[in-house]
């Protein structure tokens, strides 16, 4: 049994885009130079957001996500994450607290209901909320939304409210008194309307840290914004009030065990992580370590070749954006094309599925990718698939056992142009979602897995458990190179 009393809250909103993220990377910025430790969390399938947290907070970043894990599986996850820094003595000190953004509205989720919500979350966590609220052309309209997100289900604690892209003092203090009398509850901040964005956005959301040109730039307004315009004491305190969460153990899957039991050393699993394919859980780096294996970190835009590695697994990102300088490098694209024609492991998701493509075509140019699934794509305006997918595995395939049901999510705005079946065939059939083609997904071609669909390892441990199977085999029947004497 494993238990945490760590200080909590959760950012929320009424809205996407209402501000969450300016309120949690500032309060994050500040109260990490003021020396408290945090541990941050991102709730929903998001791997920008997540990425601006753990740079702000100086720590990795974690997801939790009630569609594609179970309530068991992200409580014990949040437990897990958090319960080495819930001592009596290190709560006393005031020195570290957990900080869950959520995504949408505070009670948005994939029906009427609000099932899968960030509120359904909070009360999981037994977290304390704090909604966001954008007051642009508002004042005593803020007090009656904030009064109904505390009517709509008295079980979550809304324990304060933070103003943002407040226009005037006098704004401010009318909403002030109206959240005070009509909602019973603290205005914590009143973030003004910033002359500069600290962190600029594209069409998937937020610019990702990697490619922002002054990230330290970023983090000092982000920082000041906090210190100037945030009661972070209070909200302190606020986080303080959570009580202590338990949890019983975590699920491990059959899989999952007999891979962690392989004898003998553990494989080496590239990770192509750069600007160009920046997409991953730290969960699923985080599994793969767990069931014996190394992680390294490997880049198509600045090395030349494959290195010596039994597995790869390319994440998701923007090959569309890099797409010269990864035309360029020939080099590591034939030596991975080679490599996968001896049967080299490779596991790719969305970015890394275009990049195995024989080509990308963008604005009328044709830009070569690595050649080893016969597609070709392209990029659309708007996004070709958006939300959660429940994938079956249909076919035998080197990763996953037929028959089994795994909830992931996609998020592209490429499209396949040209597709040639012939040799490759499609593991995943969709139960929900859109896949490559034909409501399939996940293509095969000899140890290589492509597919639109990302899998989260708390949810999905046989994810893992298979990479690192397939690392396993390939290592067994790798030659044995001769020392130089």
Request: hydrophobic share 40%; net charge positive; charged share 25%.
């Amino acid at each position: 049994m494993l238990n945490t009393s760590i200080p909590r809250i959760v950012v929320s909103g009424l809205r996407g885009g209402g501000g969450k993220t300016i309120l949690s990377l500032s309060l994050v910025a500040f109260l990490k130079r003021r020396g408290v430790e945090i541990i941050t969390f991102k709730k929903g399938p998001d791997y920008i957001d997540a990425g601006w947290l753990a740079r702000a907070s100086g720590a990795p970043c974690y997801n939790l996500d009630l569609f594609i894990m179970s309530p068991e599986e992200a409580l014990y996850s949040f437990i897990s994450r958090t319960a080495s820094l819930s001592s009596p003595a290190q709560r006393g000190r005031g020195g570290f607290m957990a900080m869950i953004e959520g995504n949408r509205g505070l009670y948005d989720g994939v029906d009427h209901q609000g099932t899968y919500s960030t509120a359904e979350l909070a009360k999981l966590l037994r977290a304390p909320v704090i909604i966001t609220v954008d007051c642009t052309k508002a004042t005593n309209t803020v007090a009656a939304m904030i009064l109904g997100c505390q009517r709509m289900d008295p079980g979550v604690a809304v324990k304060g409210v933070v103003l943002n892209r407040v226009a005037t003092r006098r704004q401010e203090s009318v909403i002030r008194r109206a959240v005070n009398e009509r909602c019973g509850l603290p205005v914590l901040g009143a973030i003004p309307r910033l002359r500069k964005n600290p962190i600029p956005e594209r069409h998937m959301g937020l610019i990702p840290f990697q490619e922002h040109g002054n990230i330290e730039e970023s983090m000092d307004i982000l920082a000041e914004t906090g210190s100037q315009y945030l009661d972070t004491d209070a909200i302190l305190e606020i986080a303080a009030s959570a009580g202590t969460l338990k949890a019983g153990a975590g699920r491990r899957t059959a899989a999952a065990r007999d891979a962690s039991r392989a004898p003998g050393p553990g494989p080496r699993i590239g990770v192509i992580r750069d600007s160009a394919f920046q997409f991953y859980y730290q969960e699923n780096f985080e599994e793969i370590q767990r069931l014996g294996a190394s992680i390294v970190e490997v880049s198509p835009l600045n090395e030349d070749r494959l290195p010596d590695l039994d597995a790869l697994y390319i994440g998701g990102g923007f090959p569309e954006t890099h797409a010269i300088a990864l035309a360029d490098n020939a080099g590591f694209r034939d030596s991975l094309y080679n490599a996968i024609q001896e049967g080299f492991p490779v596991y790719a998701e969305c970015g890394g599925l275009m990049y195995l493509g024989q080509r990308l075509v963008l604005d009328g140019r044709t830009y070569p990718m690595v050649g080893a699934l016969p597609v070709t794509f392209g990029l659309q305006k708007r996004p070709l698939a958006h939300g959660y997918t429940i994938v079956e595995v249909e076919r035998e395939n080197p990763y996953f056992q037929r028959r089994k049901l795994f909830k992931g999510h996609e998020f592209h705005y490429s499209k396949v142009l040209e597709i040639d079946e012939d040799g490759v065939y499609m593991a995943f059939k969709m139960r929900r979602g859109k896949g490559i083609v034909d409501n399939r997904d996940g293509m095969c071609y000899k140890n290589v897995f492509a597919a639109y669909t990302h899998l989260h390892a708390v949810g999905t441990p046989e994810w893992a458990a298979g990479v690192v199977r397939c690392a396993l085999e390939y290592n067994r029947q790798k030659p044995v190179k001769e020392v130089e004497r």
